[in-house]
Each structure stands twice: as structure tokens, then as C-alpha cells.
């Protein structure tokens, strides 16, 4: 099952998808997540934690901007998650999503991984 959403208050800055395959699930964010769009992701997140879910990925992939409050729904995603047993995946590909979560502790805690940067986003060099 996959469903789309986008917040009617933040349609410019972020949309999320959502794949749900049983136990594991998929939550997929592009554009960006600022104080204004990250309610956004924190809803979804916090719904599908609240279901049966195992195994969440969220894929920031498409993602072009990331600021402490996106880093605020992450942590609390992690929190969350260890408690409840959950896999947590944070899968990123711009600087400016690794950045911020290397410059937090973050990319470590949350044990994230660098995808390939999105052919149709702006390439970003010197990620380190």
C-alpha cells in the first residue's frame, strides 16, 4: 500500500509518502523540513509508530534542506523507536541533510547512510 500526503499549510516546502508493507515501512520526505513543514513528518511518524510496524526507513533522499526541528523529529523517532523495538533506517544523499546530522551526532546515533545523490537535485560537492 502506498499513500501520499502533503500538508495544504506547507505545500511548497515538503511532501511525504508513506509505503506500508506489513510490518515494515517506508516514509519517504522531499523538499524542506523546516519549523514550518517538520510537523509534517513528525505526524506521520509518530501514527506509524503507534501501529504495528517493525521496521521503519525514512529516506530524506529528496530532501533539500534540513533544520533543528527535522532534527528534533529524528531524535524523537529514535527515541521512540528503541523503546519500542522498532529498526530505525535514516537514509540521506545532499549535504544539507548530512551536515546538520554530522554536526549533531546524529549521522552516528542514528547510524544513517548516504545514498547517491537524486539525479534531479542540485549537486552538492565536499560531503565529508
Do not use: K, N
Not at 11 to 30: C, Y
Not at 48 to 74: H, I, K, W, Y
Amino acid at each position: 500500500m502506498t499513500a501520499s500526503s502533503l500538508d495544504p499549510s506547507t505545500p511548497e516546502l515538503v511532501s511525504v509518502d508513506v509505503s506500508v508493507s506489513g510490518p515494515v515501512v517506508r516514509i519517504s520526505a522531499a523538499g524542506e523540513i523546516d519549523s514550518t513543514s517538520a510537523p509534517v513528518l513528525r505526524q506521520h511518524v509518530e501514527s506509524l509508530l503507534d501501529g504495528d510496524v517493525r521496521e521503519l526507513t525514512v529516506d530524506l533522499g529528496q530532501v533539500t534542506f534540513l533544520d533543528s526541528a527535522g532534527l528534533c523529529v529524528l531524535a524523537a523517532a529514535h527515541r521512540r523507536a528503541v523503546r519500542q523495538g522498532v529498526a530505525l533506517r535514516v537514509l540521506a544523499s545532499s549535504r544539507a541533510v548530512i551536515r546538520p546530522l554530522q554536526i549533531t551526532g546524529l549521522w552516528d546515533l542514528l547510524r544513517a547512510e548516504r545514498l547517491p545523490e537524486h539525479p534531479d537535485l542540485p549537486s552538492q560537492q565536499g560531503v565529508a
